[in-house]
Structure formats: structure tokens, C-alpha cells
């Protein structure tokens, strides 16, 4: 079985500081991982994705993500936060097939 | 993203109504998908149709329909609906592998149907 944790529901940050939003995904055999990210009124966005090539995935708009298996982690980062970055973000596993679990979500809040 | 078209964008049906949803995908993708997004929900995934054919329905209410003439093209036709089905309605595509193995190709999703049911 497989299942992903997005540990904040919120996270709010000031413009220009750096960004992190958790994600631990659960499977039994080597998943695939990504990150999306919805702006309001509109469709979920690929940010980026992992299907165990480098660990460390860069993906659009200056954001990345490390996948640690011995964490069973896959957090989102971004070294300086942008008003536009105000979003909500979606972790995401996969295993086979069309079998793609969706975390809850992390609503992320810019401040000026 | 411009892959994925949704139409229309918003839809006030009452309960008695029949209307449809139609999504189109430009990528030349193999496979679509719906899903529901509702308030403090995590994404429910509703069907799934790989090389036309439906592979996914999870335990959706038979008033909730889909079609798949092509593709391309995915419908989801909704009758007698409840106020509980309020919600955005994503489309989505991707390009499945024929064979059994890792699944690591991106979902392309439109920009949703907001649905709201008197």
C-alpha cells in the first residue's frame, strides 16, 4: 500500500525567506514523487518529479526537492519566497499504473 | 496550461437538471482521468481511461457518467445530482506505458469545472 503525509496544512512565510513544505509518502516498492502546485480557480501544475534518476530534483520557478528514502521524505523547497509563490501545494506518490496518491495539501501564504 | 481544456468553467445545475462536462487534451495523450476536489478534501480520484477503455471506477454514484469517444475527448454527463456533489471537477491526462511497471509520467490536469448544485 501506498500513501502520502503533507505534515502542514499551512505554512506562512515572509517575502524573500526561504520555503520548505514537508511531505513522507509510505510504499512498498520504489515510487515515483511529485509536486504540484494550484493556484486559485485553476488546475493542479506539475512543479516537479522524481522517478529515481537524481535525488535532488530542480523543478520550474526556482523550487526543488530532495527524495530521502531513509526518511521516506520528498520535502519542497525554495531558497526565497515570491508573492506569486502564494499557492496551494500537492505531494503526490505513485507506484504503478494509474495509482497516484494525493496528499491533503499545504497552503502556502506570502507576507509583504 | 493550455494542454488541457475544460468546459465550461462554471456550472449552477439544480437537482433535477442533466448537463455535461467535456474536457479536451492536445498532447496526444493515452490515458484521462476525473476528479473531484471538494473543501478540506484530499483529491478523489473518479475515473480512468486508458487507451479508451474505462480501467478505474471508484465507487462513484451512477449519477455521475462518463463517455470517452475518443482520446481525446472525455464527458462526464451528471444527473439527479445532490448538493454534496458542489465541487471542482478536474480533467486530467497522461501518457501511460503499454507494459506494467513504474508509473512515472506526469498527470497534465485543465483548469476544473466549478460545479454547484442547487
Known amino acids: 500500500a501506498q500513501s502520502v503525509t503533507q505534515l502542514d496544512s499551512h505554512v506562512s512565510v515572509s517575502e524573500g525567506t526561504p520555503v520548505l513544505l514537508r511531505c513522507n509518502y509510505s510504499?512498498?516498492?520504489?515510487?515515483?514523487l511529485f509536486w504540484y502546485v494550484q493556484h486559485p480557480n485553476k488546475g493542479l501544475q506539475l512543479l516537479l518529479k522524481y522517478t529515481s534518476a537524481a535525488t535532488l530534483v530542480k523543478g520550474i520557478n526556482g523550487f526543488e526537492a530532495e527524495f530521502k528514502k531513509s526518511e521516506t521524505s520528498f520535502h519542497l523547497t525554495k531558497p526565497s519566497a515570491h508573492m506569486s509563490d502564494a499557492a496551494e501545494y500537492f505531494c503526490?506518490?505513485?507506484?504503478?499504473?494509474?495509482?497516484?496518491?494525493f496528499g491533503a495539501g499545504t497552503r502556502l501564504t506570502v507576507k509583504p | 496550461e493550455t494542454g488541457v481544456t475544460q468546459t465550461p468553467r462554471h456550472l449552477v445545475m439544480g437537482m433535477t437538471n442533466k448537463k455535461s462536462l467535456k474536457c479536451e487534451q492536445h498532447l496526444g495523450h493515452n490515458a484521462m482521468y476525473w476528479y473531484k476536489q471538494s473543501a478540506k478534501k484530499p483529491l478523489e480520484l473518479m475515473f480512468v481511461?486508458?487507451?479508451?477503455?474505462?480501467?478505474e471506477n471508484n465507487s462513484v454514484p451512477s449519477r455521475f457518467s462518463p463517455e470517452c469517444p475518443n482520446s481525446s475527448h472525455l464527458f462526464l454527463h451528471l444527473h439527479t445530482l445532490q448538493p454534496e456533489d458542489s465541487a471542482l471537477y478536474l480533467c486530467?491526462?497522461?501518457?501511460?506505458?503499454?507494459?506494467?511497471?513504474?508509473?512515472?509520467?506526469?498527470?497534465?490536469f485543465g483548469n476544473g469545472t466549478r460545479l454547484t448544485v442547487t
Open positions: 503526490v506518490v505513485s507506484v504503478s499504473g494509474n495509482d497516484m496518491r
Open positions: 481511461y486508458n487507451f479508451k477503455e474505462q480501467t
Open positions: 486530467a491526462s497522461s501518457q501511460q506505458r503499454a507494459l506494467p511497471g513504474p508509473y512515472n509520467s506526469p498527470l497534465h
Open positions: 510504499s512498498s516498492y520504489s515510487p515515483s
